[in-house]
């Protein structure tokens, strides 16, 4: 059984899960395949909202929890999760209205804001698993 302690765990992991399915899919869509772009897409979105769910679990369980370091690692981490936490607020709706153009067949505004989709949810993506590192396996 899955214990609230494990969370910060299973979110890095659905973090790094993210990453890899968005990079697959953006490497699919560049091979012009996009039947499995949008498979992986559509996956990195579900992992995207799993991952959210269990973040709001554990922060309504835990709280929040403070970075135990100082210095200048502190002022690292602290501004690591500063963008992180900015650009993490838009993901749900860039993903959301992404997602929704490409299923509707609308590529030229699909392909438009994708541009700014992507490289937003990778790094929010990519700095989830930095910010856990930096909070609890350092």
Excluded: E
Excluded at 31 to 49: D, W
Excluded at 93 to 118: E, P, Q, W, Y
Aim: charged share 10%; glycine share 4%.
């Amino acid at each position: 059984m899955i214990s609230v302690h494990d969370l910060p765990t299973v979110n890095a992991t659905l973090n790094t899960l993210t990453t890899l399915l968005l990079v697959c899919g953006y490497i699919l869509i560049r091979m012009h395949k996009p039947n499995l772009h949008r498979r992986f897409m559509i996956a990195a979105f579900a992992t995207s909202t799993v991952f959210l769910v269990c973040y709001l679990i554990y922060h309504a369980q835990v709280g929040s929890v403070r970075y135990p370091g100082t210095g200048t690692m502190r002022t690292i981490y602290l501004t690591i999760l500063f963008t992180h936490t900015v650009l993490a607020a838009s993901v749900p709706v860039l993903a959301i209205v992404t997602l929704r153009r490409g299923l509707a067949a609308r590529f030229d505004s699909h392909r438009k804001i994708a541009r700014i989709t992507l490289p937003i949810w990778l790094y929010v993506s990519v700095t989830g698993v930095v910010v856990y590192v930096m909070l609890y396996r350092m």
